[in-house]
């Protein structure tokens, strides 16, 4: 079964949007295995954005991100990586589709409320950073045979 690693950003976490963002994976119907409430180091901030590092906006999104707590998750479903990227929406929200957690919530790029990872294999690497293997529950809904035929 595939994961996902997604954080709710401090700008998010902020806004009292946490639950809102929660909601959309949980109604949709992925089940949530991982969940943490954090101050982000700078440590793990660089770790996470390394392939951002010779971005002109990396000093800028690591202190966004080290700024204020974060709510980090991983999610496990069928097709979750790509699923979540679309109910998550475009880098910017200015131009993220309504209907997206960018696209409703969102007005800036350097403030777009949730990261999640970009393919199976990122978040594989993503999952390992955030979590150790024994803070992540395997369990099944009761719900499974109302979700899958
Ligand atoms: P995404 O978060 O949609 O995967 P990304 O990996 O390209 O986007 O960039 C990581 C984050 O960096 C992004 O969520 C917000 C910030 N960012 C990206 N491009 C930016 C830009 N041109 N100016 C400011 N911040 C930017
Ligand atoms: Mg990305």
Redesign the pocket.
Known sequence: MERTFLAIKPDGVQRGLVGEIISRFETKGFTLVGLKFLNVSRELAEQH?A??RQ?P?FA??VEFITSGPVVAMVWEGDGVVASARKI?G??NPLTAEPGTIRGDFGIN??R?LI??S?ASETAKHEIALWFREEELVNWQPHITPWLHE
Request: charged residues 10%; aromatic residues 12%.
């Open positions: 954005y392939v951002h971005r906006f800028g999104l998550i475009a880098t790029i350097g777009n990261h999640g970009d």
